[in-house]
């Protein structure tokens, strides 16, 4: 990814914030002015102390004050406005990063680990908003300040200004250096970050099952592996950072040290005097510490590029298409056209020529072996997957479309196994009508055997702990199937609902999907003998 791109690409996705950039380069620009103005009051009151040029004393501290004034209200300014861009750009990216990948077009297995996604929108967002917030702003004002103060210095003496900023292609040269080596041992750096989000959001969320399998010490090792390559990576970066630093700050303290003697000697011949020298010692710092200032941008600007690299991946995802929704009203069935399909990086197709009519306020139970493609069946029905070959059909009095992200409103779907967020149950049921009242979402939880909610002590405001921790597997479950009857749509998609409910619970949920296909369509996924026997219809895989 090359420069041009990279400016491209920020000055696209931070167009929000750069009324801020340019007001804090200007404050910083303002406190430059301040500074340089400090520095000729100075000047000023040591001419005077040695009268060498007359003038007020009250007046030259009176500038003097303002000068310290003016420095102080415009840092403070900048700092702000620094906070508020870094902030507003971060949220804003962010934001927009999250919905990208919400909203991403799935194939059937996501292209980003969970633990690297949230690496990318923490580390990577957090490098590019400080670019954006502090290196941008602040290399406009080092050059401004560069510029001032070396023209001061011409004016002071115009031979050692020349001498002093000729040190400024060694520091220019060695930060080339660094940002060539630099850049691959940054990547790296972001790389073996995710791996440690991802072992420690793995290992975290699986603690119960990686203690019971005796695997703790191998965890611990795994990320201390991960944690030992983070720190070989950083470290070779930071002995290449210090090498180039290292020799600019050598050749500075020679110019100063010049600077210096050069000024001592001016004194000794008479030829200059001690305002000069003393505005002259401060000029030399501030001719200097840009460029050390500018050499510094180095690494943020890498580790920018880089977080650009990542960031850029998430957004060439290609997103399911928007629009507005389709709702179909009445009975809703869904036709199986001829349906096949297979994964991108699979050999044969997981579903082959299904033809199958599921009738609107029709109860049918799709059974087949393990790996016969009834998980991948849901998902094409759901229009999450997209068949090569045949159509998913909604139909009803309203018309017929294709199954697409437009329609899938008018499904309702319930997954296999643990699927509560962490919250409370009426922010769980909410999440399918969020504006279900109480007594609708407890009849909800009655039709799904999970009237036990409202006998515990927060009832509807219970916490669920994170993947439903607290509550059993089955009160897990029936709380996720609450939440799918709760929701609106005329189809009803439940993937093996009873497996983990006692017999006696499961016939109460059996009754409550008869009762729900009088006036919807009830598919569901089960390898329950009491399912399949239940069922009007059966589709086997």
């Not at 400090?38 to 003038?55: C, E, N, Q, S, Y």
């Not at 020298?277 to 590029?305: E, H, I, N, W, Y």
């Not at 909610?453 to 009160?475: H, K």
Request: some cysteine; charged content about 20%; proline content about 3%.
């Amino acid at each position: 990814m090359g420069v041009f791109y990279v400016v491209k690409w920020l000055w696209r996705e931070c167009r929000g914030v750069r009324r801020f950039v340019v007001a804090n380069a200007l404050a910083g620009v303002v406190s430059v002015a301040g500074s340089l103005w400090f520095v000729w009051v100075t000047k000023h009151l040591v001419d005077i102390a040695t009268g060498r040029v007359p003038g007020s004393w009250g007046v030259a501290v009176a500038m003097l004050a303002g000068a310290l004034l003016v420095q102080l209200l415009a840092g403070v300014a900048g700092r702000r406005m620094g906070v508020m861009c870094i902030t507003r750009n971060s949220n804003g990216l962010r934001g927009r990063l999250f919905a990208r990948l919400m909203r991403a077009g799935w194939t059937g297995r996501d292209r980003f680990h969970s633990g690297d996604a949230v690496n990318r929108l923490a580390t990577d967002v957090g490098a590019v908003s400080s670019l954006v917030g502090n290196t941008v702003p602040g290399a406009v004002v080092t050059l401004v300040q560069l510029v001032g103060a070396f023209g001061f210095m011409l004016w002071l003496d115009a031979r050692m200004a020349w001498v002093l900023v000729g040190v400024m292609p060694v520091a220019l040269l060695c930060s080339k250096v660094y940002m060539r080596r630099s850049r691959e041992l940054t990547r790296g750096i972001r790389c073996e970050e995710g791996r440690m989000q991802r072992v420690m959001q793995e290992d975290l969320q699986h603690r119960v099952l990686i203690s019971s399998l005796g695997y703790i010490g191998g965890a611990v090792r795994e990320f201390g592996e991960a944690q030992r390559g983070f720190y070989s990576l950083v470290m070779r970066r930071n002995d290449i950072a210090l090498y180039s630093s290292s020799a600019v700050t050598f050749g500075f303290m020679v110019g100063y040290a010049v600077a210096f003697l050069w000024c001592v000697d001016g004194l000794y011949e008479g030829v200059m005097g001690f305002g000069a020298m003393t505005a002259f010692m401060q000029l030399v710092s501030r001719v200097q510490r840009p460029v050390v200032d500018l050499a510094g941008c180095v690494p943020a600007l890498v580790q920018a590029s880089v977080a650009v690299e990542r960031l850029d991946e998430i957004l060439q995802l290609v997103p399911e298409p928007e629009g507005e929704s389709v709702c179909l009203h009445g009975g809703v069935g869904m036709r199986l056209r001829d349906v096949w399909f297979a994964y991108p990086d699979g050999e044969d197709e997981v579903i082959r020529g299904v033809d199958h009519v599921f009738e609107p306020c029709s109860l049918t139970v799709v059974a087949g072996s393990t790996g016969a493609g009834k998980s991948t069946l849901l998902m094409l029905m759901l229009g999450l997957l997209r068949p090569q070959r045949g159509r998913v059909e909604l139909y009803g009095a309203g018309g017929c479309v294709e199954m697409s992200s437009l329609a899938r409103g008018n499904v309702c779907y319930v997954p296999q196994g643990n699927s509560l967020l962490s919250g409370s149950v009426r922010y769980n049921l909410l999440m399918a009508r969020p504006d279900a009242s109480d007594a609708e979402m407890e009849d909800a939880l009655r039709k799904a055997a999970a009237e036990f909610v409202m006998e515990l002590p927060e009832g509807l405001d219970s916490e669920c702990g994170e993947r439903g921790s607290g509550l059993s597997e089955g009160q897990v479950q029936r709380i996720a199937i609450a939440r799918g009857l709760l929701q609106r749509g005329g189809v009803l998609l439940l993937d093996e609902p009873s497996s983990a409910l006692d017999a006696a619970t499961e016939r109460r949920v059996m009754d409550t999907l008869r009762d729900e296909a009088e006036r919807r369509t009830v598919i569901v996924v089960s390898h329950s003998g009491a399912m399949l026997d239940m069922a009007p219809v059966v589709l086997r895989l």
